[in-house]
Structure formats: C-alpha cells, structure tokens
C-alpha cells in the first residue's frame, strides 16, 4: 500500500540534540494536528497551519495525558516534500527516549510504522527521484570518505542517469522508426538509415560506463588491501604507521602476528581497508600456521596487496618471488622497507629482482617514504586517482551490481540487434532486441523495474530515509 500515513524516526537513535519523528502520507497533517498543541494542552490544537513554518507546542497522546515531550512542528504540503506526500515532521529533544515517546503517539494518531527506506521509495514512486537517484541517498549516508561521497552525491544529482539516458533517447528513436516502418510499411524505409552506426556508438557508450564499475566500487565500499609478507619484513610496523597509532604488535620475534588485524583507513578520499596478517614462513606452528592460511585465503579476494619485502635481507628474496607468483595477477605493489639499513646498491638490486611490479621504496621505522606509498596506493586503487578534494576526477560512474549487469544485459540485447541488422534480418527481429536493450537501460533509472527489485533495493536502507 502507498497511500496510507507512515512514520518513523529519522534520526540517529542515541542522545544529541535533536530528534525527529517524520510522518509521511494524505493523512500526514490529520496526524499531526491530533498530537500537536501549542502549549501543551490538547484544547489548544491548531489547526490552521501554514507550510514550511516552525510551531513550538507539545506531543501528546490523541486521548490525552501528559506530554510525551515538546519541540517543533513544520508541515511540508505534498508535493513539494521529499516524499512528494504531506509531509509533518516533530523535531523534540534528542533522547533515545523522548523520539520513542513521540512516535508512539504518531502511531497512535494513525500513522503506520514505515519500513526501511519507505520514504524514499515514496520519492521514487512519486517521480521525485529516478532509481538510480534514490538508491544514491542512502550511499550519501553511508558515505565514509571525501571519495564516496562525492561519488555518490554526483549519482544523487542525476550525473548518472542523465548518461544513462542519453544512451537510451537515440534508441527509442530508432525503435520508433523501426516500428513506424512495421505499422505503415509504404510510408517509411523499413531499415533506417545509420541503424547500425547509432547501434554502435550505443555499445560504445555502454561499454564506457561498464568500465566505470571497479572504480566506482571501491569509490563506495573502499578497497579490500591486504598486507603481506615473509615474518619481520615489516608489515606490522608499517599497519601501524599508516594508521599513526600502535595497533599490531612489533617485536623483533618472528611469528608475532598471527590473527588477520583490520583497521579502515582514508587514503586520499578512499577507504582502504588494511588488513595485516601473518608473515608467510615454512617453519610456523600450529597456531601461526592457521593464520597464514588465512592471509592466503584473504589474497584471493584482496582488491589490492601490499607486499613487504625485509630490504635488507636479500636472502629471503627468492622465498619472496615464489609468494609472488602465487599471487600473479592481482594487483600488487612491492613495499620495500628499512630503507634506513640499506644502501643505494641493495636498492638497484631489489629494482631489478623485482622488476614484474611497482616498487615503493620506504622505513616503517624512521617514517619514510610513507606518503609515497600513500599516493602509490590511490594510483593502483584509481587508475587516473582523485584529485585533492577527493573529488574523482573521472566523472559519472556506476557503484552497484545491478548497474552493471542492467548494463551488461543491454549491451547483449544490442548486439544481439546489431547481429539481427547486419545480417539483413527484418525489422520485427531488430526491434524485439533493440527493446530488450532499453528495457535493460530504463532499470537503472527505475522505468521498467519489477516489484521486488525496489523491495531489495529499499530494504538496504535505514527506516525513517
Ligand atoms: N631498521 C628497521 N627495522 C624495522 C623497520 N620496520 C620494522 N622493523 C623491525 O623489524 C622487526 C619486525 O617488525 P614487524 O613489524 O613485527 O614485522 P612483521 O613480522 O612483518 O609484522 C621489528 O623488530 C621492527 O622493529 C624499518 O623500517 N627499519
Ligand atoms: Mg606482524
């Protein structure tokens, strides 16, 4: 049902200053003047509200009783509100408390608790936002560095569908024409001129923004960065120095780390989640030696791996190259460190037994080289990397798997169009694959999208957004 009145708290539970009980739906205002008066007797109702202004009054029960709390009463009238419905919000006192109170006796009054993220699945229903709009809302606040959410606030400005739709408009043009040819076949050439050349640049475009969809992931989830290495190479000591804090255990002992250690950390706008592990060695007990399956467990889905050579023993650099080539393909960066004891020549040495990777010369000791490999991570995380903002510099991109596989399954049913015209099929067949190929393209932006993919989609949202 989405014509009845929901309510919900939208904001954090906890204690701050303010809370805010939001009610949504016809009955929103009809709600509202029940439990609302101007000096905490219900005899004092108002009931003449103008929108957008604030009331001060009191929260009471529709039967009566003592206030719940008061505050603040502001009536948005659909539908210019966020939900494009009436809209009446309670701002009272920030306790966890006082919120509950106050939504109790929305409820009461005949509001229904909303679901999460029903409000913006409102927005959405009542063309205020496209889907991919509203499924931007809740990575704005989720949002946990400058990256991600300049990403995601481009999705929520439209950046995204406007490219989306600017693939899809010449298509329906070309479907229009291919279908006019079916309805009137005297009046038009049946196969329009350029059909395969606008079929192409549609693949072309599509293609682009598939390609977004790496960059654009770990813009919103951060990046899975595994630190890995031989025992003492260092890789505690530098956990614990890109973080600025002593968090792993540094002796000299080798096999001190044992458990997978995971701490967040903002490079540069992006969310680089370290994880430190065991130092790969033969010789390893039974405990240490669970703790090395785990750091290989944790390198085959590690979107980046920071591998840590001990400088300045080159004896164990073929030990090294062997770990490697067992993980050949990933993306990895060769962190060289204790440049402190080691000389200019063991340096040229480790460039060239190193040669397949990057190389980041530094000493988790002394600090050195540390904002180096800071910049090396962002480069190998982002091809083209963000500029000092935080803001991505490669512009709109797509952050979500049903992104890409709307994308992917377009890009099929194109083809599949280009083959039907190419191969002087006709136009009934071309069509039929052209309209798959929009259909796909409308299910980012939310035009031909089932049921229950809007109910999965909201169901990752917070109740009261
Ligand atoms: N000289 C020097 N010693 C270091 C450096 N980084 C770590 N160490 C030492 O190497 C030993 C092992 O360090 P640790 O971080 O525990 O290595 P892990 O086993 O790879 O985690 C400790 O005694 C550290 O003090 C460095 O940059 N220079
Ligand atoms: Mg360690």
């Not at 083959?419 to 259909?439: C, K, M, P, W």
Request: glycine share 12%; with cysteine.
């Amino acid at each position: 049902m989405t014509n009845d009145t929901i309510a919900a708290v939208s904001t954090p539970v906890g204690q701050g200053g303010i809370g805010i009980v939001r009610v949504s739906g016809p009955d929103a205002l009809g709600v509202g003047r029940s439990v609302f008066s101007s000096r905490g007797c219900l005899k004092n109702r108002l009931t003449d509200f103008k929108e957008r202004r604030f009331y001060y009054g009191a929260f009471t029960d529709p039967s009566g009783g003592p206030a719940a709390d008061d505050g603040f009463f502001v009536f948005m009238k659909g539908p210019a509100s966020y939900t494009g419905e009436d809209v009446v919000e309670l701002h009272c006192h920030g306790g966890a408390l006082t919120v509950k109170k106050c939504l109790e006796v929305v409820l009461k009054a005949g509001a229904r608790l909303a679901g999460p993220g029903e409000f913006t699945k409102r927005a959405f229903l009542n063309g205020k936002l496209d889907l991919a709009q509203a499924e931007a809302v809740i990575d704005v606040i989720r949002a946990s560095t400058e990256g991600a959410l300049n990403s995601a606030r481009r999705r929520l400005e439209g950046g995204l569908s406007k490219k989306v739709n600017a693939i899809k408009e010449p298509l329906i043009e070309m479907l229009a024409h291919l279908e006019a040819g079916l309805d009137f076949p005297d009046d038009v050439e049946r196969m329009p001129e350029g059909l395969l050349k606008g079929l192409e640049a549609a693949e072309d475009l599509i293609k682009e923004l598939l390609a977004t969809y790496e960059e654009g992931m770990i813009l919103r989830e951060g990046i899975k960065t595994l630190i890995l290495g031989r025992t003492n190479a260092g890789k505690s000591s530098l956990l614990n120095v890109l973080l600025e804090a002593e968090r792993a255990i540094v002796t000299e002992e080798h096999g001190t780390t044992r458990d997978v250690i995971e701490e967040v950390l903002n490079v540069r706008g992006i969310a680089v989640r370290l994880m430190d592990t065991a130092g790969l060695r033969a010789a390893a007990g039974r405990v240490e030696s669970i703790g090395i399956k785990a750091a290989w467990r944790h390198a085959k889905d590690a979107g980046l791996i920071l591998y840590v050579i001990d400088g300045s023993r080159p004896d164990g650099f073929t030990e090294d190259l062997k770990n490697l080539e067992l993980i050949a393909g990933k993306k990895v960066l060769i962190v060289a460190n204790k440049t402190d004891i080691i000389t200019g020549k063991r340096r040229a040495e480790i460039q060239e037994a190193f040669t397949g990777n990057k190389a980041v010369f530094i000493s988790a000791l002394k600090e050195e080289g540390i904002s180096e490999l800071k910049e090396a991570i962002c480069g190998a995380a982002l091809g083209h990397g963000l500029n000092k903002a935080g803001d991505n510099a490669g512009g709109d991109m797509i952050a979500s798997v049903r992104h890409k596989d709307a994308l992917g399954a377009a890009l099929a049913s194109l083809k599949q169009a280009k083959a039907a015209a190419s191969n002087g099929l006709a136009a009934e067949f071309i069509a039929v694959d052209l309209r798959q190929s929009i259909n796909a393209l409308g299910e980012i932006t939310g035009e031909t999208t089932t049921e229950d993919i809007l109910d999965r989609i909201f169901s990752g949202f917070c109740i009261g957004k």
